[in-house]
């Protein structure tokens, strides 16, 4: 079994920054990737960014160059970096990581983007 923590969401304001951060213990071996998605209300579950093992990076056309996602291995730790912040980004951000087991969630974040 795979344990996400994640942390870092808050209320901002239109233009500002928040660093989420998602970490995993337990069987956390061989991941594939780690990504960060979010649900706004009453709209469906997207992708925001995922990176994969070989470091490759995915990002939603909505967040290309305002967002920026990291993993540190050692820590089994992915980051999502945002910048620019606009309302329509507010959302509960969930991580998810998939590896040789399959995929598990984090718990949830909540970031809300108003002035």
């Known amino acids: 079994q795979v344990q996400l923590v994640e942390s870092g969401g808050g209320l901002v304001q239109p233009g500002g920054s928040l660093r989420l951060s998602c970490a995993a213990s337990?069987?956390?071996?061989?991941?594939?990737?780690m990504g960060w998605y979010r649900q706004a209300p009453g709209k469906q579950r997207e992708l925001v960014a995922i990176?994969?093992?070989?470091?490759?990076?995915n990002y939603a056309d909505s967040v290309k160059d305002r967002f920026t996602i990291s993993r540190d291995n050692a820590k089994s730790t992915v980051y999502l970096q945002m910048n620019s912040l606009k309302p329509e980004d507010t959302a509960v951000y969930y991580c998810?990581?998939?590896?040789?087991?399959?995929?598990?969630w984090g718990q949830g974040t909540q970031v809300t983007v108003s002035s």
């Open positions: 998810k990581i998939v590896n040789i087991g399959g995929g598990y």
């Open positions: 337990g069987s956390i071996v061989s991941i594939y990737t």
């Open positions: 990176i994969t093992n070989s470091g490759n990076i």
